[in-house]
């Protein structure tokens, strides 16, 4: 049965790097924005083609830099949304 939409967990630097280089819609931006002071985990809905997109956007952005730490943070950022789309849970590995 398809989704339509993942509760993504997600960490004040993880929602930092998606609004710099994941260039979200609108929706998922005013979310972003809206916790973007909170230095806790919180939770950010996205539909399956919202998070597709961001997916996309990243890894273009992540082709457009240069090789390093960012680029890292970036990967597993973009690691971490393939799961959740792939598997349909966007909780944070407490590990």
Known sequence: MPRDA????LT???RSL?????Y???RIEAALQACSTSREIE???MDCFELKQL??????????????RLQNQLFKLC????AADRYGDGELDML
């Open 6 to 9: 993942i509760d993504m967990t």
């Open 12 to 14: 004040p630097s993880e």
């Open 18 to 22: 998606l609004l710099r280089y994941g």
């Open 24 to 26: 979200p819609f609108a």
């Open 43 to 45: 939770v950010v809905p």
């Open 55 to 68: 997916i996309g956007d990243l890894c273009c952005s992540i082709n457009d830099m240069q090789p390093g």
């Open 79 to 82: 690691d971490r949304l393939e």
